[in-house]
C-alpha cells in the first residue's frame, strides 16, 4: 500500500511543527535527549510532552523522519492521538481520537483495532503495576466517564511540572 503521507498537502506539518509529543521516558532518551536545546518538555506522570521551541519542528525531522523505524508510539499513532491520560495509584485510564489537523485524515487513519492496541501495549509497558483502560473518545464515552476520572487524576497524578 502507498504510504500517503508522500503527498502530504501539508509539506508533512505534524512533523515540522512539533506541539505536545507524547512520550515514554525510554522514547525520550532514545530520541529527544541529544535536542534539549530545541525543545521544551513537560513532565506528565510518568510521561513527558515535548514541544518544539518558537513553533519549530521535531529535532528528528531532516526532511523525512530520522528515526523512523524505531518513531515514538505516539507518531506510530497518528493520526489517531492520544487525548487524555488519566493517573491514579491502581490504573490509568486513557482516551484517544482521531480529530487531527491532518487533512488526509480519511485516507489514512489505521484501524482502531491497531491503534487500540498500540496504546495498550504501550502503557502496560510503562505502567506494568496498573490496570490500564484505553476508550476511544467518542464524546458521550468521554463526558460520561470525565466526572469520575477527574477525582482519580486529583488524587494520583504528579503536578505538571516543567524539565527544560
Ligand atoms: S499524517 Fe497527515 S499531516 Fe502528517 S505527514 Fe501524513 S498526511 Fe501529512
Ligand atoms: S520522531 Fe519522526 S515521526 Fe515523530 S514527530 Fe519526529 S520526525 Fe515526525
Redesign the pocket.
Known amino acids: 500500500m502507498t504510504n500517503?503521507?508522500l503527498?502530504?498537502?501539508?509539506?508533512?506539518?505534524?512533523?515540522r511543527e512539533l506541539h505536545g509529543l507524547t512520550v515514554s521516558q525510554t522514547e525520550y532518551d532514545r530520541h529527544f535527549k541529544a535536542h534539549e536545546d530545541t525543545i521544551t518538555v513537560f513532565r506528565k506522570g510518568a510521561l513527558l510532552e515535548i514541544w518544539a521551541k518558537d513553533g519549530g519542528g521535531c529535532p528528528n525531522w531532516n526532511g523525512q523522519c530520522a528515526v523512523y523505524e524505531t518513531r515514538p508510539m505516539d507518531c506510530d499513532l497518528?493520526?489517531f492521538t492520544i487525548g487524555n491520560v488519566f493517573e491514579s495509584p491502581d490504573e490509568v485510564y486513557v482516551t484517544y481520537h482521531k480529530r487531527?489537523?491532518?487533512?488526509?485524515?480519511t485516507e489514512?487513519v489505521q484501524a482502531q483495532s491497531e491503534a487500540q492496541a498500540l496504546l495498550e501495549q504501550f502503557f502496560a509497558v510503562n505502567f506494568p503495576d496498573r490496570k490500564i483502560s484505553v476508550v476511544y473518545d467518542e464524546g458521550a464515552v468521554r463526558l460520561k466517564h470525565l466526572a469520575k476520572r477527574v477525582v482519580h487524576k486529583l488524587k494520583g497524578r504528579q503536578p505538571k511540572t516543567q524539565v527544560s
Open positions: 500517503p503521507c503527498d502530504c498537502p501539508t509539506q508533512q506539518s505534524c512533523c497518528y493520526p487531527t489537523g491532518c487533512p488526509l485524515v489514512i
